[in-house]
């Protein structure tokens, strides 16, 4: 299966996601979305694909959205879409494409909703949080 996250490297839930993809034996197409930016049709692809309206889709916190009066009542969908063009930022991460979907992964074992093979269990978060216990479960929040 072919798998391709939209990564911020900087960001930890971005971080656990890679890292779950890969011990479960996937070879990503890595994204850095700070870097390369967005085009209006791949976030109206990426958002209807996942379900998600640009609102949902937008990173409120560590990002320009309030300064950019993005999160006040009235702003539609359009200013929002070219606000995120033009500040890569501001769209919430990671997303994660595969066969079985495209979800934006947070919390990042959501990840595990659009993989066919999960990592080994025990699977642990970079910060100790358990994923996936020894029997190969998804950890109980």
């Known amino acids: 299966?072919?798998?391709?996250?939209?990564?911020?490297?900087?960001?930890?839930t971005s971080r656990n996601v890679l890292a779950a993809i890969e011990a479960a034996g996937y070879a990503p197409a890595v994204i850095d979305y700070l870097k390369t930016g967005w085009t209006l049709d791949q976030l109206r692809k990426l958002f209807a694909d996942a379900g998600l309206t640009p609102r949902q889709a937008l990173r409120e916190t560590k990002s320009p959205a309030k300064?950019?009066?993005l999160l006040e009542p009235g702003v539609d969908d359009a200013h929002i879409l070219s606000a995120m063009v033009q500040e890569?930022?501001?769209?919430?991460?990671?997303f994660v494409v595969t066969a079985r979907g495209t979800k934006l992964c947070r919390p990042s074992e959501s990840v595990l909703d659009v993989l066919?093979?999960?990592?080994?269990?025990?699977?642990?978060?970079?910060?100790?949080?358990?994923?996936?216990?020894?029997?190969?479960r998804r950890a109980s929040s």
């Open 1 to 12: 299966m072919n798998v391709t996250i939209y990564h911020n490297p900087d960001c930890g």
């Open 67 to 69: 300064e950019m009066g």
């Open 88 to 94: 890569p930022v501001l769209v919430n991460r990671p």
């Open 116 to 136: 066919d093979t999960w990592p080994a269990g025990p699977f642990h978060k970079e910060d100790g949080e358990l994923m996936i216990d020894a029997d190969g």
